[in-house]
């Protein structure tokens, strides 16, 4: 058995996988300030009279690292960047505590100028006099030659200090991204670890000893340790979850839309082909542009739980929420409210949601029913206006897929997919204004914690080979070694390869799971004086998100 968990802001959803199909499920309110009792809360609901020893293991799904950006309840966080000539300092996103340094490695790997250890020991100097805990390091060509960043963090080492090394988070090229993948890992480290050690302290008090998964942006799976290093790639953790829930549990098939309607927000993403989409340069929080590989989803400020309030005469729905709706004792009306009031749902005290909509009917000269209608209505607009936009803008562009570069492909949906509490509520009225038809899954209010229990574990790796200098470089995992003038593309891939299937296999895969593709392979001649001296071969290859291998032949 699988157990899947979505600890959302709102609610902590839990269901309970046994042979690929929800055996148990449970929805509780998140306590945000305490999420062990929310756990425990969601998982003793699951797993009553149920033997825990048949669960093989566990996966989650977290808002943790995205609400922490969102609110500005990040750490501070020190910035050691090397950018070498070319880029001026103020193209980047750097923040008041960085310290731009000498060294500089060239775009083939070449170190230029060397680190220099007295500026590096004067940065540390300054990081302990503002007691700045969390260290991000990065150089413009660090991918491509990682010891610069690994003899900075040498040098400013310390038993308080904890180092976000830009080479560990991504191999791509785009130093200013990977200056803000960097800073977002190190600004979430401390929230997150804490985060790591309710689970732990959660898995004591259940007395259970099985693996335990957090679910990335990419839609794939990371052990629950290992993913401490790379604390930002949970970044969008559960809006990929409801992706993967639609995909384990809906079988899509063409162009689609698939929605998740929250307590606060309404995560929108887009399959083509039955595939979901992807953010190709990474994905954007918090105005950050990342080099977090994740599945394309845009969030938008409205869910059930918004606040509704009449200004200069019309209504406004968020995009804030005041707690929970006036029906379960929360302070300000909500759409949730209004569903009540029409009887579209059953939850707390419809005489608490027909007050609160009533304060509003009043200000529009309105009953409370036809109040209810409008603001039900216009909560429905919006989600379909911002549905109609993610395709207009997706169309404008590539086409990325987890598994390909669609050319010349434009998105046609057939269906909209609704996912969350509300889903039955507003999937009809936003079919009819989308004008192509509605299914709402089976277990669709739990289908972010079904598509954390049957993702599957992503990694990727990037190799530089460069034949002229004899050194093969493979970013992510820091490893530089000699190769012979006559190395070859294939033997690069073949490397790749077996790099790719230890570190996915220390990240948490099953063998079974293994399913390598190569994203990128090029091949360039390198001259001097009329003369071939080498080659620079680089190569990309990634294990495809999708669902563990069993359920996706099931769902075939």
């Keep these: 058995m699988i157990l899947g968990i979505d600890v959302g802001g709102t609610h902590t959803d839990s269901v309970l996988v046994e042979n690929f199909v929800v055996k148990k499920k449970a929805k509780v309110v998140t306590d945000n300030?305490?999420?062990?009792?929310?756990?425990?809360?969601?998982?003793?609901?699951?797993?009553?009279?149920?033997?825990?020893?048949?669960?093989?293991?566990?996966?989650?799904?977290?808002?943790?690292?995205?609400?922490?950006?969102?609110?500005?309840?990040?750490?501070?966080?020190?910035?050691?960047?090397?950018?070498?000539?070319?880029?001026?300092?103020?193209?980047?996103?750097?923040?008041?505590?960085?310290?731009?340094?000498?060294?500089?490695?060239?775009?083939?790997?070449?170190?230029?100028?060397?680190?220099?250890n007295e500026e590096i020991r004067d940065v540390g100097e300054y990081f302990r006099g503002e007691n700045i805990q969390q260290i991000g390091i990065t150089g413009k060509f660090s991918s491509r030659n990682p010891q610069h960043e690994i003899a900075i963090a040498g040098l400013l080492a310390d038993e308080h200090r904890n180092f976000s090394l830009g080479h560990r988070l991504s191999g791509q090229l785009n130093f200013p991204r990977r200056v803000a993948t960097t800073y977002l890992n190190a600004a979430v480290h401390n929230i997150y670890r804490g985060f790591v050690r309710q689970v732990q302290q959660f898995l004591r008090e259940i007395r259970l000893d099985v693996p335990v998964y957090i679910l990335k942006a990419d839609g794939g799976t990371i052990l629950i340790n290992e993913s401490l290093f790379y604390a930002a790639l949970t970044i969008h953790s559960g809006p990929a979850a409801s992706i993967m829930g639609v995909l384990a549990t809906a079988g899509v098939k063409d162009d689609a839309v698939?929605?998740?309607?929250?307590g606060t927000t309404t995560d929108i993403s887009v399959f083509a082909d039955g595939i979901p989409l992807l953010e190709i340069s990474g994905v954007t929080i918090g105005g950050r542009k990342t080099l977090i590989r994740g599945l394309y989803t845009k969030s938008i400020g409205i869910g059930g739980d918004s606040a509704v309030r009449i200004k200069n005469g019309n209504i406004t729905i968020g995009p804030d929420r005041e707690g929970p709706a006036a029906a379960l004792d929360?302070?300000?009306?909500?759409?949730?409210?209004?569903?009540?009031?029409?009887?579209?749902?059953?939850?707390?005290?419809?005489?608490?949601?027909?007050?609160?909509?009533?304060?509003?009917?009043?200000?529009?000269?309105?009953?409370?029913?036809?109040?209810?209608?409008?603001?039900?209505?216009?909560?429905?607009?919006?989600?379909?206006?911002?549905?109609?936009?993610?395709?207009?803008?997706?169309?404008?562009?590539?086409?990325?897929?987890?598994?390909?570069?669609?050319?010349?492909?434009?998105?046609?949906?057939?269906?909209?997919?609704?996912?969350?509490?509300?889903?039955?509520?507003?999937?009809?009225?936003?079919?009819?204004?989308?004008?192509?038809?509605?299914?709402?899954?089976?277990?669709?209010?739990?289908?972010?914690?079904v598509g954390a229990a049957l993702a599957r574990t992503t990694a990727e790796v990037t190799m530089l080979a460069d034949t002229e200098k004899g050194e093969l470089t493979i970013a992510e995992e820091g490893i530089m070694r000699k190769i012979p003038h006559n190395y070859s593309s294939s033997q690069a891939i073949e490397a790749g390869r077996e790099a790719l299937r230890i570190r996915a296999v220390k990240m948490g895969a099953d063998l079974n799971d293994l399913e390598m593709e190569v994203t990128e392979a090029q091949e360039f001649n390198m001259i001097r004086d009329f003369y071939k001296t080498g080659k620079n071969i680089r190569t990309k290859m990634q294990i495809k998100p999708g669902l563990i291998s069993a359920c996706a032949a099931r769902n075939q």
Excluded at 59 to 87: C, E, F, H, Y
Excluded at 88 to 115: A, C, M, T
């Design 33 to 116: 300030d305490d999420i062990m009792t929310s756990l425990l809360a969601a998982v003793q609901k699951t797993v009553s009279d149920e033997n825990i020893k048949n669960i093989r293991r566990i996966v989650l799904s977290t808002t943790i690292s995205t609400n922490a950006i969102v609110q500005g309840k990040t750490d501070r966080v020190g910035m050691v960047l090397q950018n070498g000539p070319g880029l001026s300092p103020q193209l980047l996103d750097k923040g008041k505590d960085s310290r731009f340094v000498e060294g500089y490695i060239n775009h083939r790997g070449i170190s230029i100028q060397p680190v220099n």
């Design 258 to 262: 698939a929605l998740d309607i929250g």
């Design 330 to 449: 929360g302070s300000a009306p909500t759409p949730t409210d209004a569903m009540i009031v029409l009887n579209r749902t059953a939850l707390g005290s419809k005489q608490k949601a027909t007050d609160a909509i009533n304060i509003l009917a009043k200000q529009l000269n309105m009953d409370v029913a036809s109040a209810a209608r409008v603001i039900l209505d216009k909560a429905i607009a919006v989600i379909a206006d911002n549905v109609r936009q993610v395709i207009e803008e997706i169309n404008n562009k590539p086409v990325y897929t987890i598994h390909e570069l669609l050319e010349g492909k434009v998105i046609r949906p057939r269906s909209v997919y609704v996912v969350g509490g509300p889903a039955a509520a507003i999937a009809p009225g936003l079919a009819s204004l989308l004008g192509y038809p509605y299914k709402i899954p089976e277990h669709s209010e739990v289908a972010n914690a």
